[in-house]
């Protein structure tokens, strides 16, 4: 039996056995041009962030500039606010090696469990 969902208060609903869900934004990076120096990123390297979790199970990149998470936050705070669709670029602080292009996705329904993130195919890349 399909689980039916209420509407409740805003962002927070509830499936018909009373499991919580809530909506979360979700957004791809996607580098579009990489020095030859960067010793991490390449162009075409993707990641996706969602329920503010970087999810390593779609992501082409497994290591991270540090340089680069701070200004990634920053961008990452802003886009998920915007439109679905919208997108901003952004140019590493480390001599601008690397330039990397942050869009919105739709949202997702997503269960409030710890550890939980849903995986969907269509955000993968």
Known sequence: ????S???SGRW??????????KHSVVRFTVIRAAEACPVFKAGDVFVVRQHVLDTEVSTIRNFCFHSLSDLYSVYKRVRSKAIGSKETMDCRDKAMVQFEAERLADE???????EVSRTATHGG
């Open 13 to 22: 609903r509830e499936t018909a056995p009373g499991r919580p869900l809530t």
């Open 6 to 8: 209420v509407e409740q």
């Open 109 to 115: 329904d997503t269960p409030l469990h710890r550890g």
């Open 1 to 4: 039996m399909a689980e039916a």
